[in-house]
């Protein structure tokens, strides 16, 4: 979250609400094994999705407080970390979305070819 | 290392505690993992600090975003001070019409008589007067909520970690208590001026009511004495901080509180005879004279106080 003095333009705006659509999905995806905050940003970031730390942190408790994600710190490493991982719950949810997304890809593309929208 | 406990402090300080601790410790330990993979063999310099902090955000950014998103009349991170305000005001304002209530009764003719009538008006009372100090306390946070920004993440221009005040610095004004003492002061300052008659005070000069003259004659300072008390809050609430020029106001505040407060203690105890003669019993009026003299005495107890705070941090240097 940078509290810069620049103000985003529309198109930014836009942008930030399409990828905000797909921040669930992108961050159930890289949890079915146990990862730690900081190592799911980076895994992200490696695979093309930037996301904040302001975004990424409470979207993880959120997805814990509601069953999707368990979390649990481990002590043992250099320093104390909270791991996530898909629960039960979150895998079946993740399975469900992924059938919605490919869904909504072929209906965007489909829209987007239309050659009316072409005009 | 000091920047980041100052930061997780007062990223800390504006979330729940049950949120407090969890978040605290995770992102201490995001910031010790994003420093390492960016510092240089010695470690990192302040400036690496500086420039992750601002990266990830003002302490108010970061811990707004661990509250749900929507809008609010009331957001989360003010509910807790309103529904503690509520609470208060609420059993204080029914508190204070009981006891007008069993005043008036006493100093009546006839005690006893149509009891159960007038606890209905006091019943009737406590509802009118509890409805609208709701919607006093309701109008004030959403003010703050939106007006003065408390609620949410405001747009701000670049901030300095190294601007954030120290861990148990005394010098910070509690957000909770400052928003406590504006709405309280708001809503005496409403009751006092329009519904005293619900209280057993005076409406105009001609009221038959006792004490009628000290009252009046001071309600304009006692007005004075509110309001400079709420500017100073609103103050402190805006800028997070006492300096010594917000407590040597605080100072005069409560000199110019305990002036007008033994003004009227020393007119009430002039009228104690006229009391007894009006027909109020003896042991009455003698607790309402020494409580008309507590008043001033309780304000000179936190004008020493606040003074002693400020003789104190000028001998610390500050």
Redesign the interface.
Known sequence: MNDGATTPSLADKLALELRRGTLVLATLSQLRSPRYGYSLLRRLADRGLEIEQGTLYPLLRRLAEQGVLEARWNVDGSRPRKYYQLSRAGLEAMEGLTGEWNALVDVMTGLLEDPQRKG | MDLIERYLNEVGRRLPKS?RD??R???S??L???LEERGSGNGPSEQDVVDLL?????PE??AA??H?AGHYLVGPALYPSFLLVLRISLAALAALLTAAFALTLLAGPDPTGELGIRLGGLLSEIWDVGLTSFAVIVLVFAGLQRVGGLGEERM????DPRQLPAVGDADLAGRGETIFGLVVTALFLVILNTFRDRIGLPVDPGSPVLLNDVFLDNLWRIDAVLLAGMGLSAWLLWSGRWHTATRLARIAIDLFGLHVAWRIAAAVAAQKTTLVAAGLPDAVSSVVTTTAWAIPAVLAAFLVVDVGRVVHRSLQGN
């Open positions: 949120l969890d978040v410790r995770e992102l330990s995001t010790e993992d994003e601002q990266e990830l955000g003002h950014s970061v975003s661990y749900p701000r221009p670049a901030w």
